[in-house]
């Protein structure tokens, strides 16, 4: 699977994401068990390797992205591949998942958009106040049923969400 990106502060990141040292692993498990009937959640999207990935497989795709600097990373690698077919079955969100809506405090050890934004972090140096959303309502609001995938990688935050799966 191929996909385009921008060039960034990133790109020793998609260097080695180019020669496959990153997260294989990842990769086989999307290939297994994401199908193209798939609604999927890329929570924790951040500059795309997932979501850009994964998108080429499933029925529709949701990248879900708090942290301003690398949503905005996100969304010109998103649209770097809008000629492609799979790209339109990407759908940005620019909110963190949590286990109730709201706001929520959202942090950096450095400027933002290294992929170690967290709750952990916040009130440090770089803070955000961020949009949040409970999963549970994002899958009532878009009438997601059947199978979903969910890729999750939010920094400790999978701790507040995954024990709201259980319903």
Same mark, same amino acid.
């Given at each position: 699977r191929r996909f385009r990106?921008?060039? =960034?502060?990133?790109?020793?990141?998609w260097n080695d994401f180019q020669e496959g040292h990153w997260e294989r692993h990842?990769? &086989?498990?999307?290939? /297994?068990? $994401? +199908? =193209? &009937?798939?609604?999927y959640l890329d929570i924790g999207a951040w500059i795309g390797p997932t979501l850009l990935y994964g998108a080429q497989i499933a029925k529709v795709a949701f990248g879900f992205e708090p942290d301003p600097v690398a949503f905005v990373e996100l969304s010109h690698n998103v649209k770097a591949n809008e000629t492609e077919e799979w790209a339109s079955r990407i759908t940005l969100v620019n909110k963190a998942m949590a286990s109730v809506s709201g706001r929520l405090d $959202?942090?950096? /050890?450095? +400027?933002?958009? &290294?992929?170690?934004s967290s709750v952990f972090f916040a009130g440090g140096a770089t803070t955000w106040q961020v949009n949040a959303i409970a999963l549970n309502t994002f899958l009532k609001e878009h009438r997601i049923a059947g199978h979903v995938f969910i890729k999750m990688d939010i920094e400790g935050g999978e701790y507040d969400v995954v024990p709201t799966l259980r319903p």
């Open positions: 990106v921008v060039v =960034s502060q990133e790109n020793s990141f990842t990769f &086989d498990i999307f290939e /297994r068990f $994401l +199908k =193209s &009937d798939s609604t $959202l942090g950096s /050890r450095g +400027k933002g958009g &290294d992929s170690e």
